[in-house]
């Protein structure tokens, strides 16, 4: 499959430095409105909606922009959803005053702004830098709402738009927990694929396999954490094979939860990759 084809629109006078700069970080042409309309190969555009940073798919029949934003009515209410404390008990949230906890599949962000919700202190990883930067936008905005709770909520949150498996060690230090939400492989083309995920996929591209998932784990396992957290689709097996010390069953989704420690402790395992395989 060819990459998609992005470029960033110059939409808001007021924020022309920051989309400026966002070009050049991302290597992408910067048009204005009538310049994309003359460029037809277009497959994404990248521009400020609200204060936020949107990905908008090109077209006239394309569906709405993603962007991250913390205070919506969606994360609200996903925040008052049953599978938070499902994630809150899969991390060991309470057994440990601050708990800090690499997301290292970041994504746009959802399940680490539940954890910084729950008192976690959350370092989120994501290695496709269009991604990153609208992860980057969300917790930006976040942490200058006037609303003071989520403002809070915000300044646990800390960023790095990289592969988790390049962090430098120190970066680590301080994490308890490593949770890993990577992509599932498809499914066929009948899956009823929400709007926003057919975006992200067509972005990202669907694994054909769970190889690169796998080697994630493996590295995570072989950190010197407390807990390893996979989230897996109810009824999938384990990632690679490794049986979990005990899983945690939602409705749609499980956290298959890898002890190598314990939470309270300081003193953590030197990454023997504590997991059974099945
Ligand atoms: C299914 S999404 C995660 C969704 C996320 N849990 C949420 O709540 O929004 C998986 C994300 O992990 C990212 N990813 C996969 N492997 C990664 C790695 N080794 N390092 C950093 N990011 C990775 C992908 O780019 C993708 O954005």
Redesign the pocket.
């Known amino acids: 499959m060819p990459s998609p084809q992005l470029a960033v629109v110059r939409t808001d006078a007021d924020h022309i430095p920051y989309l400026e700069e966002l070009a050049l970080r991302l290597q992408l042409p910067l048009l204005t409105a009538g310049e994309v309309a003359q460029r037809e190969e277009l497959d994404f555009l990248l521009c400020l909606e609200g204060g936020h940073l949107a990905l908008l798919q090109a077209g006239p029949k394309a569906p709405g922009p993603v962007l991250v934003d913390f205070g919506g009515g969606r994360m609200r209410q996903r925040r008052r959803g049953g599978q938070n404390e499902l994630l809150g008990r899969a991390v060991g949230v309470g057994r440990r005053e601050q708990l800090g906890v690499l997301d290292?599949?970041?994504?746009?962000?959802?399940?680490s702004y539940v954890l910084a919700d729950l008192g976690c202190k959350v370092l989120l990883?994501?290695?496709?830098p269009v991604?990153a930067a609208l992860l980057d936008s969300g917790i930006r905005q976040a942490s200058v709402s006037e609303d003071t709770w989520l403002a809070a909520t915000a300044a646990r949150m800390s960023l790095e738009a990289a592969?988790?498996?390049t962090l430098a060690a120190a970066r680590l230090s301080g994490i308890q927990v490593i949770y890993l939400?990577?992509?599932f492989p498809h499914r066929g083309k009948s899956a009823a694929v929400k709007k926003e995920m057919a975006v992200f996929q067509q972005l990202?591209g669907v694994p054909e396999d769970e190889s690169?998932s796998e080697a994630?784990l493996h590295w995570a396992l072989a950190q010197p954490v407390a807990r390893v957290v996979v989230k897996r689709p109810l009824k999938a097996a384990p990632l690679g094979g490794l049986n979990p010390s005990h899983a945690i069953r939602g409705k749609a989704v499980r956290f298959d939860v890898h002890v190598l420690a314990g939470l309270d402790s300081d003193v953590l395992h030197g990454g023997s990759g504590a997991a059974g395989v099945s």
Not at 104 to 111: E, P, S
Not at 125 to 128: G, K, L, P, T
Request: negative net charge.
């Open positions: 290292a599949t970041a994504g746009l962000g959802r399940d990883c994501e290695r496709h991604v592969d988790a498996r939400d990577p992509m990202l690169d994630l």
